[in-house]
């Protein structure tokens, strides 16, 4: 069975420094990878996805990278923003396509 | 579209009491997820369905559990007799394809407390 690991799973930084956010898999054979937001109390927004045939997606300040072969993706925000603290999961879907299997999501508070 | 929509949002009942958790997928998804949330175990998969079936249900904790998807807008997640351990947050999600390039898109939740 996949098992997802993300690391650390709590992170804490001042305002406008860059962070990464890491997440580790243990089968590479996987169809695409999905970086989630939530908030407290809220439901999961989809901030990025690598389909397997891709090695980086981007969007505004947020840059997510895989690695298949080394089992690992990284998020990647930059400048942060007090509006940034939330957690984050990432996502594996399995070589069908027909799973998530998720992380247990790193917890991140950026100080203003 | 308003995305995936889950009734109710919040729900507190009694132990041994039927619960009924409710989800309204994003029309023309052939994919439904009942996920439960909680903090010991993370993100765990219940069950999904394509185009109403159910295909894997491996992930219902017990008999206590049951899910229907009657037709493509609606699905039901069924506690019969709830107990506190289901305490949880679950999710409904919906995906338009298999392997879709979009993922998968979630409900808000709903938080299940049973005292």
């Known amino acids: 069975k996949q098992e997802v690991t993300q690391i650390p799973a709590a992170l804490s930084v001042p305002e406008g420094e860059n962070l990464v956010l890491n997440c580790s898999f243990t089968?590479?054979?996987?169809?695409?990878l999905q970086w989630f937001r939530q908030d407290p109390g809220k439901g999961l927004t989809s901030l990025l996805l690598?389909?397997?045939?891709?090695r980086e997606q981007t969007s505004g300040r947020l840059n997510a990278s895989l690695d298949k072969s080394s089992g690992r993706s990284t998020l990647y925000i930059a400048a942060s923003q007090p509006g940034d603290s939330a957690t984050y999961l990432c996502a594996v879907s399995s070589n069908t396509g027909n799973q998530f299997y998720f992380g247990t999501g790193t917890s991140l508070t950026v100080i203003p | 579209d308003a995305g995936v929509i889950q009734s109710p949002r919040h729900e507190v009942t009694e132990m041994g009491q039927e619960v009924t958790l409710r989800c309204k997928p994003i029309?023309?998804?052939?994919?439904l997820f009942w996920y439960r949330q909680t903090m010991m175990r993370g993100l765990e998969l219940l069950i999904y369905?394509?185009?109403?079936?159910?295909?894997?249900d491996s992930g219902m904790p017990e008999d206590r559990f049951s899910a229907k998807m009657p037709n493509a807008s609606f699905s039901t997640l069924k506690i019969q007799p709830s107990e506190p351990r289901d305490s949880a947050v679950y999710f409904c999600?919906?995906?338009?394809?298999?392997?879709?390039?979009?993922?998968?898109?979630f409900g808000s939740g709903t938080r299940l407390t049973v005292v």
């Open positions: 089968d590479s054979a996987i169809y695409n």
């Open positions: 999600a919906s995906s338009l394809i298999l392997g879709s390039p979009y993922g998968y898109t």
């Open positions: 029309s023309g998804h052939d994919y």
């Open positions: 369905f394509n185009n109403n079936v159910p295909i894997d």
């Open positions: 690598i389909q397997s045939s891709q």
